[in-house]
């Protein structure tokens, strides 16, 4: 057991936190610092938010430091490593690479090649090797986890209940090809289906059909994980930006898998979606919401 | 047998093409045209081209008018009806309904709350029972359908036919949700899925996309029928603009499903295709191409 307040127990150490974009990361860092563990920032430039990132200890690196993550990490007596915070998949040629990450390289090319579970096993299997182990920001924080139910005035009614169901059976049937997390429903008919674009971008796609008043009106965005997702990865994630795109959208609901799905500044969300008279829920895989 | 050219046999009677946006309406009527039928256009305002609808023998309407298109084809000798061209389903009630269509409308508010399958399947049926026949583009002008084969100078390779395959078993898996004909797979990795947008739109997503070095290099538009769709309605059809929104994305080929896909102007779009350095493929469901 630790003496040092705040600083955990002694065989956890720091836990370095990997830190793309969006406010998912500082989230995360605040639940664990909340819990008496040190955290490490290794932030990406392009992608973490500086302003944020100064409040903590923190390295600034590029993606692709593979061998500068390890070195540093260990140097801060960080054991574990979490991935978090949004980073699209650069050109493998922009990748700014040290030695570390050449010596592992024709691995992570090989997987640069598919999908994102597949390219981020390999990243994970990597800095295990390297004698880390790499958790899942449900693990050290499960707090930021959607609770089952709904946590919005506005409560889905029968129609859209069966959208979020229609919307979930849909990305389990395309969850093997290792892309969407999320899709529209609106009135049993899909309306978009997410692809590398992400969340917002089709929120925005949405709001533009409803304003060529095409995709009839309301209905519900849905997010879950893939099945058979590594869920130290990119667990699907909310926040209040997906609240204001949804309304946008004028969608009447956001649904993500309960116990499976981030959300990031809960508050927020909750008010932001009851200003909008949207209801947001936490849904279970078989459509219920107990 | 009939005793004027260019009239057709006589238990057909000329062709009532209800017509939406784009080529393709009048690529179809020139193949009938060709085969010795004549057409009559009811060109569908907001949707048909007037200059290009005024070379035949045509009357306006508003999408929503099923008795007045009743009424024009039966006074025109017409039987049998096809539906082609872009429409993107508008809001029920900015429809302009007139009496025909109000006896029927019960049935086809009910099929509005669902995909397009289902709508289109209900409104085949309302012109069914009054005694006319609804007919696929593919089987009034079958020459419009896409062979199998590559019909471009370049040839995909062994990784772009590994994409092509994955698009397929994409599509097929989505299917059942009566959504996207479309999807882009570039190197293993699904860039795009196709919802109510259409294919234009979900191309120039890709190309913002490589805009910002996201999403790797070349890769695969494929398009195919759903599973189980009905042929008469909204085959998957590519024309000149497809193949140019498709050089925009930075993709290195498109693929149609062979025989089950529709090709407007197949020599403008083998040019541009040439142009491009763009292959473009009618591709078995098996992934074969022969």
């Not at 563990?37 to 590029?62: K, Q």
């Not at 182990?133 to 409560?155: D, F, T």
């Not at 130290?232 to 799905?261: C, N, Q, Y």
Request: charged share 20%; hydrophobic share 45%; glycine share 12%.
């Amino acid at each position: 057991m630790s003496a040092e307040a705040g600083s955990g127990p002694p065989d956890q150490g720091p836990l370095a936190i990997i830190c793309g974009a969006g406010s998912l990361p500082f989230a995360v860092a605040d639940a664990v610092r909340a819990h008496g563990r040190e955290v490490v920032m290794f932030a990406l430039r392009g992608w973490a938010d500086p302003e944020r990132v100064a409040a903590y200890r923190h390295y600034w690196g590029a993606l692709g430091q593979f061998g500068w993550v390890c070195r540093q990490a260990r140097a801060e007596g960080c054991r574990d490593i979490v991935f978090i915070g949004t980073i699209a998949r650069p050109p493998l040629w922009r990748l700014r690479f040290d030695w570390g990450t050449l010596r592992i390289l024709p691995r992570v090319a090989a997987a640069y090649r598919g999908g994102d579970n597949h390219l981020l096993s390999s990243v994970a299997q990597a800095f295990e090797q390297q004698g880390f182990r790499l958790v899942g920001a449900h693990e050290v924080a499960p707090e930021i986890l959607m609770p089952a139910g709904v946590v919005s005035k506005r409560q889905p009614n029968a129609q859209e209940r069966a959208d979020m169901a229609q919307a979930l059976r849909l990305l389990e049937a395309i969850g093997k090809f290792d892309v969407g997390q999320a899709a529209v429903v609106a009135g049993n008919h899909v309306l978009a289906i997410e692809g590398v674009e992400g969340t917002d971008k089709m929120l925005e796609r949405v709001a533009e059909l409803r304003a060529r008043q095409i995709g009839g009106t309301s209905g519900v965005l849905v997010k879950a994980p893939k099945p058979g997702q590594d869920w130290r990865f990119d667990l699907p994630s909310i926040g209040p930006l997906t609240i204001e795109g949804a309304a946008r959208a004028g969608l009447s609901g956001v649904a993500v898998l309960a116990r499976a799905s981030i959300v990031a500044e809960p508050q927020r969300v909750t008010a932001l979606a009851d200003a909008h008279n949207i209801f947001v829920v936490g849904v279970n895989v078989d459509g219920t919401l107990g």
